[in-house]
């Protein structure tokens, strides 16, 4: 700002814009990127907070931000709703599934998914779609249901053992699951493909996931000794877990901190928070991060963080009226089991 007197000796004040930022944008495919320079300026820290402002200005998504040499990069998609696809559209190949258009759990990768979500937010649907998706794929599932709830509706079509909902079962099935990452570590580095740094995939083995619904409300059913067990098996399953192939898939009304503590919840890079939530809740799933969260009336609709710290809108796969997941994943359970037995290496 700059001061100037006219012809009459009258002081008068004039701006002048003395800077301003190099930004740039692109719209393609329903992508909007921005770009804006860092150049050092008082502004800088500014320039690398400005998610929250382009949603709300945009009235977009904001799904990455990037620091590139002299730049930061917001990538935002508008319309979310649109990318949401059928439950027939759901793949899992090369380590990813597909869950929206724009949106995959990469698993390979970002191991070990985290749930949350109270009565009538889509919750059940969403893993039900996984675990017939995952089936498909030729993953060995196991799925673990305290509450005897719609999960446990699938033993009538799934082989024996790998449907449990009694304290016993569920505790013996996390104990033989860490036993078995264990032993396929060892049985890994006897197979021809091996090498240092190869992973499940590389030598041809098939990946595991444990759905583990209501896992809090287990928590809350076993004595201090119990929990403190079950606690080190799950620690050991998500420190461990991604090379050996084991992943998993944990799901609650509400994920009490206190049974993800010592960095647990930090090793789940998928997070989905659906329907209606409070401030706390939404504490517990993603931090403390910059958002402003809303709720809409549309059931599988919510939150995910998909391993970037970005949280976005988040839509789970249509699954049509009258779709029989016990036909379904009991088809998909048998074709999975005979895909793996094919597939199967023999170790030397």
Not at 45 to 66: K, M, V
Not at 275 to 301: A, H, L, P, Q
Not at 315 to 340: C, H, M
């Amino acid at each position: 700002m700059e001061s100037i007197w006219s012809l009459t000796e009258k002081k008068v004040t004039k701006e002048k814009i003395t800077y301003f930022p190099r930004a740039y944008y692109r719209v393609k495919k329903g992508y909007i990127v921005v770009r804006i320079a860092l150049d050092m300026s008082r502004f800088q820290d500014r320039f690398l907070h400005l998610g929250e402002d382009l949603e709300n200005g945009l009235y977009c998504n904001l799904i990455e931000r990037e620091v590139e040499e002299n730049f930061v990069k917001y990538t935002l998609l508008y319309d979310m709703q649109k990318s949401r696809i059928p439950i027939k559209q759901v793949t899992v190949e090369d380590g990813s599934m597909r869950l929206m258009d724009h949106v995959y759990w990469e698993f390979d990768k970002m191991p070990h998914m985290l749930i949350a979500g109270g009565t009538g937010g889509g919750k059940t649907y969403f893993i039900l779609t996984m675990i017939e998706a995952l089936l498909k794929s030729g993953a060995d599932v196991r799925i673990l249901d305290p509450k005897r709830a719609d999960l446990a509706d699938l033993e009538t079509v799934m082989p024996e053992k790998t449907v449990l909902s009694k304290r016993n079962g569920i505790m013996m099935t996390l104990r033989k699951s860490v036993e078995e990452m264990l032993q396929r570590s060892e049985d890994m580095k006897q197979m021809p493909a091996y090498q240092t740094g190869s992973n499940y995939a590389d030598v041809g083995l098939s990946p595991v996931f444990i759905v583990f619904d209501e896992f809090v409300a287990f928590m809350e059913m076993l004595d201090p000794k119990e929990k403190m067990q079950a606690l080190e098996y799950m620690k050991q399953l998500v420190m461990l877990g991604r090379q050996m192939g084991y992943f998993l898939i944990l799901a609650a009304q509400r994920p009490d901190a206190k049974y993800l503590a010592d960095g647990i919840r930090d090793q789940f890079s998928f997070r989905v928070a659906l329907g209606k939530m409070s401030e706390s809740g939404y504490g517990m799933m993603f931090g403390d991060v910059d958002k402003t969260f809303s709720y809409k009336r549309i059931k599988g609709r919510g939150y995910a963080d998909t391993g970037t710290s970005v949280i976005i809108e988040f839509y789970t796969p249509f699954v049509p009226r009258g779709y029989d997941f016990l036909n379904k994943i009991g088809r998909a359970s048998e074709e999975g089991s005979e895909r793996r037995r094919r597939q199967s290496p023999t170790a030397v």
